[in-house]
């Protein structure tokens, strides 16, 4: 049914850049709100950002306030995040989120890290 696939992430130093992709299919895209979430090793599962289905509300993690923006294309079926000024603690894998009825669903994930 509904399929997430992220793209975008790789290894950067402290106080780069990394734009991250998750490309929705197999359900009507503008009609749910999307969010990014983040595991690191040994850790749970913790929200980052969630956008609403026409864009007109986000919200953020206080630990990414100010340095990520979550965006969505409802045409290309697409949410971005745009990371800046990373940290060796946003190290983690980040995976797109969308939940429908009470279900949620998840992607792979894409790996991001941040080290010097």
């Known amino acids: 049914q509904m399929q997430l696939v992220e793209s975008g992430g790789g290894l950067v130093q402290p106080g780069n850049s990394l734009r991250l992709s998750c490309i929705a299919s197999?359900?009507?895209?503008?009609?749910?709100?999307m969010g990014w979430f983040r595991q690191a090793p040994g850790k749970e599962r913790e929200f980052v950002a969630t956008?609403?289905?026409?864009?007109?509300?986000?919200a953020y993690a206080d630990s990414v306030k100010g340095r990520f923006i979550v965006s969505r294309d409802n045409a290309k079926n697409t949410v971005y995040l745009q990371m800046t000024a990373l940290k060796p603690e946003d190290t983690a894998v980040y995976y797109c989120?969308?939940?429908?009825?009470?279900?949620?669903?998840w992607g792979k994930g894409t790996l991001v890290t941040v080290t010097s």
């Open positions: 989120h969308v939940r429908h009825n009470t279900v949620d669903y």
């Open positions: 956008i609403r289905r026409d864009s007109g509300f986000t």
């Open positions: 197999g359900f009507t895209f503008s009609d749910y709100d």
